[in-house]
């Protein structure tokens, strides 16, 4: 699962990624700078994965992750292969979720390749070129199944239906992500589309360090438009985040943060966000050698998480011992939560819990 960094070119995509990640992407004042995608794999920042190592005292510890691709800006006529087009939206294709970045500070230094600061106008060239290009992408599903809807065939007949109604929506400037379908309809016939506007996003308003804490009007503007979307807006500063990554000293950080008025950095909140946004949650393995945090869909079996650590794991399933995060919190240790009746013994039905802290028994 990986959620790409999306946005006009210039806007601090870059930037941003070099604040998440510890892979370097080059950043600079002019548009077009990122071409190829930069992939980091990034930490997700867990506060119970710290408790859990002060109860249990281990050898390692090791977070979850997740994915974060930095993709080349987008310009009007990107859909047409204007800029970096094509290749652009391929890349935007592939990833699971998208980060939007909009530019919002002033700074006459740093080139704005529409010549004025409007997050608002930015978000909507976006939008238009992510919607032309899934509209081609109906066109041809249309064009293909015409012939079998139109001779009578009942499954192309409902596909068809679908299909122009998602076109319908996209000639209209709406987002296939606004739309509401059926269970059936959207698992046979929108979520195997793979279309760009049917992901989910998350807004990132990039401001100047003044606004770090309480935004600034572009940012109302931005939640203004937005507000139908049911989608996260982000207030970031970019610029300041990326230097905040720079520092290895911890005390350093805390410093710099309090001097901006934050208590976390803002890429800790962001990296979070886009967990939820890939609907990604997390169970915990806690034993002496390795306390770890595992990544799972949200609505996985306990077979499934099992079967995140070692397919054999899956595949030989007999139960899962299980203890809720607060549990083993509140009474310290596996041995006093079992000893206080507190440990579930789970089967194959059973559906994850996040912060679940799960031991698995298996033959294989
Ligand atoms: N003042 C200020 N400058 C910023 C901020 N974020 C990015 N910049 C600057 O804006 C310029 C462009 O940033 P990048 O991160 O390279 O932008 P990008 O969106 O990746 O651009 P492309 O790869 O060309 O699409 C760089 O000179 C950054 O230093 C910010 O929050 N404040
Ligand atoms: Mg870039």
């Not at 800029?83 to 704005?112: K, P, S, W």
């Not at 065939?153 to 709406?174: F, P, R, S, T, Y």
């Not at 379908?181 to 003044?210: L, R, W």
Request: net charge negative; with cysteine.
């Amino acid at each position: 699962m990986k959620a790409g960094i999306v946005g006009l070119p210039n806007v601090g995509k870059s930037t941003l990624f070099n604040s998440l990640s510890n892979a370097k992407a080059q950043s600079a004042n002019f548009p077009f700078c990122t071409i190829e995608p930069n992939l980091g794999v990034v930490n997700v920042p867990d506060p119970r994965l710290q408790k859990l190592e002060t109860l249990v005292k281990p050898m390692r510890v090791q977070p979850a992750t997740v994915e974060i691709v930095d993709i080349a800006g987008l310009v009007k006529g990107a859909s047409k292969g204007e800029g970096l087009g094509n290749q652009f939206l391929a890349n935007i294709r592939e990833t699971d979720a998208v980060l939007h970045v909009l530019r919002c500070f002033d700074n006459d230094n740093i080139a704005h390749v529409d010549g004025s600061i409007d997050p608002v106008r930015d978000k909507e060239t976006v939008d238009i070129e992510l919607q032309i290009k899934d509209l081609e992408t109906v066109d041809k599903k249309l064009e293909k199944i015409k012939r079998a809807a139109g001779s009578g065939d009942k499954e192309a007949q409902k596909e068809e239906a679908v299909l122009i109604k998602i076109k319908q929506n996209l000639e209209a400037g709406i987002s296939i992500r606004s739309l509401e379908f059926s269970e059936d309809d959207y698992n046979h016939y929108v979520k195997p589309g793979q279309f760009i506007t049917e992901k989910p996003v998350m807004y990132i308003c990039n401001v100047d360090e003044a606004s770090a804490v309480s935004g600034n009007p572009y940012v109302e503007q931005v939640k203004e438009v937005v507000k139908d979307e049911n989608a996260e807006v982000l207030v970031l500063a970019v610029g300041i985040e990326a230097d905040i990554n720079e520092l290895d000293d911890f005390e350093e950080r805390q410093m710099f943060l309090q001097d901006i008025g934050l208590d976390e950095p803002g890429s800790s909140k962001l990296i979070r966000a886009a967990y939820k946004l890939l609907k990604q949650q997390t169970f915990f393995t806690a034993g002496v050698k390795e306390v770890r945090a595992w990544t799972i869909d949200i609505g996985a079996t306990a077979p499934q998480a099992a079967g995140v650590i070692h397919t054999d794991f899956e595949k030989g399933f007999i139960r899962a011992e299980v203890i809720s995060y607060d549990d083993y919190v509140h009474y310290g240790s596996e041995a006093k939560v079992k000893e206080a009746g507190k440990m579930r013994i789970e089967g194959k039905n059973y559906i994850v819990k996040d912060g679940d802290v799960m031991h698995f028994l298996f033959n294989v």
